[in-house]
């Protein structure tokens, strides 16, 4: 789990030039209960989600690496929460892109659980093969959210593209005469075949990574 979070977040706060009672305003606290907060080791989630809600901000942006490296688990029905996250394994990109759109499909061959740490509906897909070590490694779990459009999209990240042929983790490089170039991590594994933007059906950003 992220150690020192509140400290963190206090950090974060100083990196954007924002005071504590700013911050405070923006999550609708107090300046005390803030003050309390930056003491933790560690936030529950309700607070992770007035944080990200009240600065706009994904849980990734605030804790960066130290969020992708906790090993928390997705539960199934933890407490009132309602179900938020469908479980999409990579490796059956089959069902999954065929049943896109259709919620009564997803429902019988995708598990929807309840995931307290992102405040609204994600995906987690399953990582499967070599091609991003060593930054994603087999079995651990991408979550994400879709982005609206191509533009939203950044040199150098790394995202789930939903193809017609597939689901794939690639770092983005760039669009080019109708084509998204991806590339690999591992060096094994490049050059990577461009991809037509009529083949893209949905792209997701990384909102964090569950560790094995």
């Not at 989630?45 to 706009?56: A, E, H, P, S, W």
């Not at 928390?72 to 469908?86: C, E, I, Q, S, T």
Request: charged share 30%.
């Amino acid at each position: 789990m992220i150690d020192y979070q509140g400290e963190k977040f206090q950090k974060k706060l100083a990196e954007l030039n924002m005071s504590a009672t700013e911050a405070a305003n923006r999550i609708d606290i107090s300046r005390d209960t803030i003050h309390k907060w930056f003491k933790k080791d560690r936030l529950d989630y309700k607070q992770v989600v007035r944080i990200t809600k009240g600065l706009g901000m994904s849980e990734d942006e605030i804790w960066g690496d130290d969020l992708s490296k906790s090993n928390v688990k997705p539960a199934r029905f933890l407490g009132d929460g309602k179900p938020n996250m469908w479980v999409v394994p990579i490796k059956a990109q089959g069902g999954f892109l065929e049943g896109y759109g259709d919620n009564v499909l997803m429902a019988q061959n995708i598990e929807k659980v309840y995931f307290p740490f992102i405040g609204h509906e994600c995906f987690a897909f399953e990582i499967d093969g070599l091609s991003m070590l060593t930054e994603y490694v087999p079995g651990e779990y991408f979550v994400g959210t879709p982005i609206e459009n191509f533009n939203h999209l950044v040199k150098g990240r790394v995202y789930v593209f939903q193809t017609i042929e597939g689901i794939i983790l690639k770092e983005f490089v760039k669009i080019e005469d109708d084509f998204i170039y991806l590339r690999s991590q591992n060096d094994d594994f490049n050059p990577v075949k461009p991809i037509h933007l009529k083949e893209v059906k949905r792209v997701y950003q990384r909102e964090m990574v569950i560790k094995n």
